[in-house]
């Protein structure tokens, strides 16, 4: 399938955050292995971002990594849960409600890493090619396309044309599913370049 269309523009849809339970929350495989790859932190690059954070499970991840985090999102429940149970483990949080397909506060430049982890928003990634300092990383992941969970994926390629601009693509992985193979899990690492690279992307299907 081309993806030189036009990027699909929907109203997204969500699933809701899983809610917490006793047991501390299993954290994504695929974020930990990508704070692995990026490994310890730089001085003056420990600012990162956990948007939707929902109850928190990566922002606490960060946070343990000794990043200061903010973590954002509507549900205000959910934050409240992170400043009440997470933040008596850890004071390196600082919660925001912020409509994340929407033009999150903050400012350009400023987070070392940003984790999107089951939430599809194209305007998200672009607020974040902004927000992420040059040298900085994006970690994505979608949820996985059980059911009918693929109307509410992106189209095959679709992340990594919203990317290509403004990105190297250290590690992408799409799968494609849905009835006529029209959706798109993805996971990816994105390091932020200075430079506006080429679509070698494009080029190379
Ligand atoms: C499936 S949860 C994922 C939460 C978190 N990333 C995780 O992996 O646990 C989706 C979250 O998105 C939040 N959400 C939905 N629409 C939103 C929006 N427009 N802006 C900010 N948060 C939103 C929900 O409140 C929910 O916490």
């Known amino acids: 399938m081309s993806i030189s269309k036009p990027l699909r523009r929907k109203t997204p849809l969500q699933v809701p955050a899983p809610k917490p339970t006793s047991s501390p929350q299993s954290t994504s495989p695929f974020v930990r292995k990508c704070l692995h790859i990026i490994g310890g932190i730089e001085p003056h690059a420990?600012?990162?971002?956990?948007?939707?954070?929902?109850y928190g499970r990566h922002a606490s991840l960060l946070a343990e990594h000794g990043y200061d985090v903010i973590a954002m999102d509507t549900d205000e429940w959910a934050l409240r849960y992170i400043r009440e149970v997470r933040l008596s483990e850890n004071d390196k949080i600082a919660c925001v409600v912020a409509d994340c397909s929407a033009d999150i506060p903050l400012?350009?430049?400023?987070?070392?890493?940003?984790?999107?982890?089951?939430?599809?928003s194209p305007a998200l990634l672009q607020v974040l090619s902004r927000v992420i300092r040059t040298g900085g990383y994006l970690i994505y992941e979608t949820y996985g396309g059980n059911g009918d969970n693929y109307v509410m994926l992106p189209r095959p390629g679709e992340i990594a044309a919203?990317?290509?601009?403004?990105?190297?693509?250290?590690?992408?992985k799409e799968k494609e599913v849905g009835p006529k193979k029209e959706a798109a899990t993805v996971k990816?690492?994105?390091?932020?370049?200075?430079?506006?690279?080429?679509?070698?992307?494009?080029a190379c299907r």
């Open 46 to 54: 420990a600012r990162a971002v956990d948007a939707p954070s929902g």
């Open 107 to 120: 400012a350009p430049d400023t987070i070392f890493i940003a984790v999107v982890v089951h939430f599809i």
């Open 162 to 172: 919203e990317l290509h601009a403004r990105f190297e693509l250290i590690y992408y």
């Open 188 to 202: 990816c690492l994105a390091k932020r370049v200075a430079v506006p690279l080429p679509n070698l992307y494009t």
